[in-house]
């Protein structure tokens, strides 16, 4: 067992102790979640830190059993981009008791005790969600039917863009979002949710707004095969910025999407080398966000890392 005092500590290259952290990641759900890992992954590479990485499949409580086996094995810091909001409170719980800092990424967490967790490292949901609306506002003047894919229920990610985005749309009596599903973020689900809602929609769809990229991606294949021109026929924005939403944009098949910074790692492993110092880390730790348009995505396509 490792970070008991009476073991010997492992030292890295530079001859200081190796830290040693464990990063439970929700799955590989979208390209977005897969730059994440990897970022997270070469920078602890990059620094010489051993990483335990657990990839949760999509459920919580394999989250929560990864982070106990953490907690077991005696970590420096934990990782955590968790799926849902909400259900974290005993295992933080355990790994608060045991001094061991958890620094969460891109999603956050609903508890009653704030110092259960040491800071959040990523975009604002809700912001993306209001741009996003914004865009929608700007580019159909007002009036439209939208239909809304959303991401995994309950997580903070879903709920926040949908929060947005709603606020600004209730602004505008003539936007309507005539129906919301779940596309848990895949590009397959996305698809499917967008067949049936072109099946069953006994309205003009104008424009689809998807929590992601993936999802967008998969809707544009459903407008398509339904003898449909997406970008066109129906406007299409999404969240992410992903090179697939780029390559989609210089198509002319996606119209905007909004940036969620996946590449996390840097910041994240900062976070975890001030709190195993024992330094106060902020409670938040923002990544900003950007809207790119088609009258960009050509010129900026090059230049995208993930
Ligand atoms: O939590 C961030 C979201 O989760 C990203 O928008 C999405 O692609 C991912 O799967």
Not at 20 to 29: N, R
Not at 153 to 175: M, T, V, W, Y
Not at 197 to 220: P, Q, Y
Request: proline share 3%.
């Amino acid at each position: 067992m490792f970070g008991c005092s009476e073991e010997p500590a492992i030292k890295g290259k530079d001859g200081k102790k190796q830290l040693i952290v464990g990063f439970s990641q929700i799955g590989a759900e979208s390209s977005w979640r897969t730059a994440e890992t990897e970022s997270i992954r070469s920078e602890a590479k990059a620094r010489n830190i051993e990483l335990k990485f657990s990839d949760a499949q999509q459920k919580q409580e394999n989250q929560i059993k990864a982070l106990n086996a953490f907690i077991a094995q005696g970590v420096d810091a934990i990782i955590l981009a968790p799926v849902v909001e909400t259900g974290w409170e005993p295992v933080l719980r355990n790994a608060k008791k045991r001094n061991i800092p958890v620094i969460l990424v891109d999603r956050g967490v609903k508890v009653s005790d704030e110092s259960l967790y040491t800071t959040l490292v990523g975009t604002d949901f809700v912001l993306e969600g209001r741009l996003a609306a914004e865009w929608v506002v700007e580019k159909t003047g007002g009036k439209a039917n939208i239909v809304e894919l959303e991401g995994t229920p309950g997580s903070s990610a879903a709920i926040d863009r949908q929060k947005g985005f709603s606020e600004i749309i209730a602004k505008h009596p003539n936007l309507k979002v005539i129906q919301s599903q779940t596309g848990e973020f895949t590009r397959a689900k996305g698809k499917e949710v967008m067949e049936a809602f072109l099946k069953s929609s006994t309205n003009k769809i104008d424009l689809v707004f998807a929590h992601n990229d993936d999802m967008a991606l998969g809707a544009i294949q459903a407008i398509e095969e339904a003898g449909q021109k997406p970008g066109e026929d129906i406007i299409i924005i999404s969240i992410d910025g992903v090179k697939g939403a780029f390559e989609a944009m210089v198509a002319g098949k996606l119209n905007c999407t909004v940036e969620c910074n996946p590449l996390l790692g840097p910041v994240a492993f900062d976070a975890v080398e001030r709190a195993v110092a024992g330094e106060t880390v902020e409670k938040r730790i923002m990544i900003e966000d950007k809207v790119f348009d088609q009258s960009v995505a050509k010129e900026l396509i090059g230049g995208r890392k993930y």
